[in-house]
């Protein structure tokens, strides 16, 4: 059973159709990225599926049916905004958030403590949050996000504003949740990342589902017929290649309708000349995003709520 | 505890343990010993202990008995009797004393005197003669009697029932019910303030997504009107107790202290009127706070609230002149008004149970009225960031 299920969800907000006919959904244990660029209904999504807002048609099952009270205990959020208390001192904050999750006052303290200690914010937490740098309030909300250990985590942008260290530690966490059995969906606008971290993924843009589901099978459905050569010699004019483009200290042939790449490898054995690399060229999410965006025809004078 | 409690406890302890709320807490005290310092400060200059002299020719004060003694602040003046005004006015010349009466022979009949000065006399010493004058004039009355006309009328009004009764030199059930309601308005608008303030800050500060993935707009909005209106008590009973404490200590060394009793019936309007009063404008406060996008904008539109509140006091001298019209009794039952307007009334009259009851109940379906258009204007305009929502939307909007 889905641990998340957005069917045909819709919501407008005025003329502005912010999602129109979403559907997505993740099973339990998933590391899940929701991509979109600004302004594509991303964030509506979220606060959809969190109930935050009502949507105008569809359903959304959460943890295995409707939203309710008892389940937001069971959800970590932590929003592209961050939004912390910023005029009481930090260990306040994480009790009092930590609190309304339901947690008890010890656990609130015990667990608060051991992630201050990890993200080196225990000399800060008497400090008001107001004082403490970008970066670290990033952090307080990270620790605020997972202090009740919740079964669905779902992050927006949790790397922005965050040095290269602290980055890696955020992305440590996120597999050692991720390894945990923690569903996650993060959703971010740096491709590498959820390039790294999800098996799978939805891209939003204009409302609308534009690509969804495994990595691996969207990056090879939009790979194009093209294989990547790193060869120590320079490569002779192979049948069946229509160009050959340097990428990187390889080279890419793109090959003509109908070429098998495994011709190729073979044209090369026979040929004895040295391979170091031969793949399949697959386009990274980047460029798919990119190419998928500016495929999409863009509606002048709207401007999405999200 | 319940998610109810947490906020409302959270929203208690941020706004209670604050220097800010602190010196407000303080100030008005404050500002009330500096008030009553300057009143004091006032009588005491136009206390004149220089004695008065008086020549009299009616007789009357040939063997007097002396002046009852002035009730404090004010000091006992000698009176000084002359055999002739020719001495008297060498005396006053002199600076010896302020002034002298001269009471011509048929004074006892025609009730006239004259007085001689060189510097107006003020009145403390003026009323000390009058009253050396009324006590002369009763020798040899029964001296309770005399004590009694020399304290003059004490009309007092009872209920029907008896239970409750307005005295007209009960001079602080009159004062108590109008500064009551100034402390309370005061109070009021420091914690709905405060409350406001907070909403908006959270919509700034985008605080509020994460709060509603813990605990539903309801709930939410519902703790912080308790918290806040908590801060108020809070306030309320601080300046009560640095009130009360210095009147217990000081009641038997201060007689004007001694006519100060508050009423069963202040009482009630207190809890049955006040305190509605104050949930309700906390959660007008609430739902400004959910609809404006800065806190600025939302000081501006508490004028809506506010004006209300204080038209009563504008009012005060209709008031006081029918407190049981027409006009006295609509003010009593508007949401807004009635706060101020009972509390007047209770000062001046005896109000009928069925008009607090009716009173009452009205403020409170107005403040559960107001916790739910705070709800909605919350879950509407929580996450408008920027964009004030209209009051269209809030009363036509479907989410």
């Known amino acids: 059973m889905p641990i998340v299920e957005l069917t045909h969800v819709t919501k407008s907000f005025g003329p502005v159709k912010a999602v129109e006919d979403v559907s997505f959904s993740l099973e339990k244990g998933e590391l899940f ?20 807002f009502k949507p105008d048609g569809g359903s959304v099952a959460v943890l295995g ?27 306040r904050c994480l009790a009092y958030l930590g609190a309304l999750k339901g947690m008890r006052p010890a ?39 997972l202090l009740h250990q919740p079964e669905l985590l779902i992050v ?85 290649v229509e160009r050959v483009e340097p990428v990187n200290g390889t080279v890419k042939l793109h090959l003509a309708q109908g070429t098998d790449p495994q011709a190729i490898l073979q044209a090369l054995v026979a040929r004895k000349l040295p391979v170091e690399q031969f793949e399949i060229a697959m386009p990274t999410l980047d460029e798919i995003f990119i190419r998928v965006v500016q495929s999409t025809p863009r509606v002048q004078g709207q401007e999405r709520a999200a | 505890m319940s998610k109810l409690w947490q906020v409302a406890l959270q929203e208690y302890r941020r706004h209670v343990f604050t220097r800010r709320f602190i010196f407000g807490l303080l100030s008005v005290p404050l500002v009330i010993i500096l008030l009553v310092g300057l009143i004091f400060l006032i009588i005491a200059m136009d206390i004149n202990t220089t004695p008065i002299g ?122 108590f019910p109008m500064i009551a309601g ?126 209300p509140i204080w038209i009563p006091y504008m009012l005060i001298g209709l008031l006081m002149s029918s407190p049981n019209s027409s006009l006295s009794l609509a003010l009593s039952m508007i949401p807004l008004t009635a706060p101020v307007t009972m509390l007047v009334r209770d000062g001046l009259t005896i109000l009928p149970d069925w008009q607090i009851a009716l009173g009452s109940a009205i403020q409170i379906l107005c403040a559960v009225a107001a916790i739910w258009l705070a709800g909605r204007a919350f879950r509407l305009g929580m996450l408008r960031y920027g964009k004030r929502l209209s009051l269209h939307e809030l009363f036509a909007h479907s989410m």
């Open chain 2, 54 to 175: 008086y020549v009299d020719h009616s007789g009357l004060l040939s063997d007097p008995v002396p002046a009852p003694r002035p009730s404090a602040p004010d000091r006992p003046v000698a009176m000084i009797p002359f055999a002739s005004e020719t001495d008297a006015q060498s005396a006053l010349d002199a600076g010896r004393i302020q002034a002298y009466y001269v009471l011509p022979a048929d004074y006892r009949t025609s009730g006239l005197l004259r007085v001689v000065h060189i510097n107006e006399i003020k009145a403390p010493a003026s009323q000390q003669f009058y009253n050396f004058l009324g006590a002369n004039l009763l020798k040899g009355t029964d001296s309770a009697i005399a004590a009694r006309l020399v304290k003059g009328a004490d009309v007092t009004v009872q209920s029907a029932d008896g239970t409750r009764s307005l005295s007209s030199n009960g001079w602080f059930s009159f004062v």
């Open chain 1, 65 to 91: 049916g409707v939203m309710t009270e008892a389940k937001k205990d069971r959800i970590g959020y932590m929003p592209e905004e961050r939004g912390l208390y910023q005029d009481i001192p930090l260990e």
């Open chain 1, 33 to 52: 990225g929701l991509l979109g660029p600004n302004g594509a209904g991303k964030t509506t999504s979220l606060r959809v599926m969190l109930d935050i």
């Open chain 2, 182 to 307: 100034i402390g309370f308005i005061i109070a009021m608008f420091t914690s709905g303030g405060y409350l406001m303030q907070a909403v908006v800050e959270e919509k700034e500060n985008r605080t509020m997504e994460v709060i509603l993935t813990s605990v539903s707009p309801n709930q939410f909005m519902a703790g912080k009107i308790v918290g806040d209106t908590c801060v108020g008590l809070t306030q309320i009973l601080a300046w009560l107790l640095l009130i009360i404490i210095p009147i217990l200590v000081e009641r038997n060394a201060v007689p004007f202290l001694q006519a100060i009793q508050i009423s069963t019936q202040t009482l009630v309007v207190l809890v049955c009127i006040m305190l509605p009063s104050f949930v309700l404008v906390a959660a007008l406060m609430a739902a400004i706070g959910a609809t404006v996008t800065e806190a600025r904008e939302g000081q501006q539109m508490t004028g809506l609230i506010s004006l």
């Open chain 1, 156 to 240: 927006d942008e949790p790397f922005s504003g965050l040095d290269p260290l602290n980055t890696q530690m955020v992305k440590d966490l996120l597999v050692e949740q991720h390894e945990q059995g923690v569903t996650i969906i993060l959703c971010s606008h740096q491709m590498h990342q959820v390039e790294e971290l999800c098996e799978r993924i939805v891209l939003i843009d204009h409302g609308k589902v534009m690509l969804y589901g495994g990595l691996i099978e969207i990056r090879r459905q939009f790979s194009g017929n093209a294989v990547l050569v790193r060869s120590p010699v320079e490569l002779p004019i192979l049948p069946g």
């Open chain 1, 107 to 145: 656990d609130v303290k015990r667990r608060a403590e051991a992630y201050l200690e990890r993200f080196d914010l225990a000399a800060y937490k008497n400090k008001k949050v107001k004082e403490l740098s970008k970066g670290m309030q990033q952090k307080a909300q990270v620790i605020a996000t």
